[in-house]
């Protein structure tokens, strides 16, 4: 039996209320969300020994959350990843979009949906919390009502749910940009844990962090994450710009993925606390990101500290970036009159 207990947090300079929403399920583990960004802020889970420790990410106060470079468990949007030269054209009408990425536009913009209050309540054992965004916003066509649904379970999972609608064309992709560290959130370097993915290929990236439109076998190679391997001994390799970007930052494709059915993503462990997480998505990539610049970025940790590089990873189930100018990858478009619904699904576990 999951309990959901409120309480105010802080106060955005607006004078809007953040809320702060717990969830303990039966076995004592864990789940924090804030309305600031629809964000994961805490998630205890137990090791191979029992031991509760959270698993995520954060800041000590509320405050951190506001514009954070890092996106620390939060829901963003429009677009999530990189649109190459913030230029896109939808129905023969071309769109300039915020550069805040080097020469690209980053996850929506600067006040993207990871850097809002959302409207939010709780549905007996669910936080749904909910965003208007505004014809126009950040330069994107239509009015868009987009939803963040989080169920909690007994089986110490968390499944995140996001649905839209929209009144014109326009681009969505969403996802949630929560950094794990199994070992706990205030143990260092994640570069020992492990990661197994689902992806037999993974999209070649520009030096500018674009797709180039092909895609890349990953057999033998620094990505090849097929079978359990460790971060740390691919993090400084050459193959396809991942020395340049300072460590993993690319997306990978989903073997046998198919339009709105839950598949298997892979799995992150850490051999040490012997924590582990399945991950499940209904999208077609997922975007793996060692934190390769989290030092000097963040605020105030939870633990009173400041995050190093490669403090968490992220990994982030979405579209593939750019897919707006590539007509081969699957589509972000939404219409009028149909609903966007894709499902991320973390269960913890042990190993």
């Not at 506001?66 to 230029?87: E, H, L, Q, T, W």
């Not at 965003?131 to 939803?147: I, K």
């Not at 990661?195 to 500018?208: H, I, T, V, Y």
Request: charged share 20%.
């Amino acid at each position: 039996m999951v309990t959901i207990e409120q309480h105010v947090w802080g106060m955005t300079p607006e004078g809007e209320a953040i809320i702060l929403y717990t969830l303990t399920n039966g076995q004592g583990a864990q789940l924090r969300l804030s309305n600031f960004g629809a964000a994961i802020v805490s998630l205890t889970m137990p090791d191979r020994e029992g031991r509760m420790a959270d698993v995520v990410l954060g800041y000590k106060h509320p405050e951190g959350y506001f514009y954070d470079g890092a996106a620390a468990g939060k829901s963003v949007g429009r677009c999530a990843n990189r649109i190459a030269g913030g230029r896109m054209t939808i129905d023969g009408v071309a769109y300039a979009l915020e550069i805040n990425n080097g020469r690209n536009h980053l996850h929506g913009g600067t006040k993207n949906f990871a850097n809002r209050v959302w409207e939010s309540r709780v549905e007996t054992n669910r936080v749904v919390m909910s965003l208007l965004s505004e014809d126009g916003d950040q330069g994107y066509p239509g009015e868009l009502n987009v939803e963040a649904v989080f169920d909690f379970d007994d089986d110490n999972a968390v499944e995140i749910t996001y649905l839209a609608r929209t009144d014109r064309t326009t681009v969505v992709n969403l996802t949630n940009h929560v950094y794990f560290n199994l070992a706990g959130e205030a143990s260092g370097s994640v570069l020992d844990h492990e990661l197994r993915l689902n992806a037999s290929q993974a999209l070649e990236m520009d030096p500018w962090q674009i797709p180039t439109g092909r895609r890349l076998d990953v057999a033998g190679t620094p990505q090849d994450f097929r079978e359990f391997r460790p971060f740390r001994p691919g993090i400084d390799a050459e193959f396809n710009h991942i020395r340049d970007f300072k460590g993993y930052d690319h997306p990978f494709v989903i073997d046998g993925w198919q339009p709105d059915i839950l598949g298997e993503v892979g799995t992150l462990r850490d051999p040490q606390s012997g924590r582990k997480v399945d991950i499940l998505s209904s999208q077609p990539g997922v975007m793996v990101y060692t934190g390769n610049w989290l030092a000097g970025g963040c605020p105030e940790t939870k633990s009173g500290g400041r995050y190093a590089d490669y403090a968490g990873v992220a990994i982030e189930c979405q579209n593939f970036p750019d897919a707006v100018n590539h007509p081969d990858f699957p589509s972000p478009l939404l219409r009028p009159g149909e609903l966007y619904c894709q499902k991320i699904v973390f269960r913890f576990g042990v190993c």
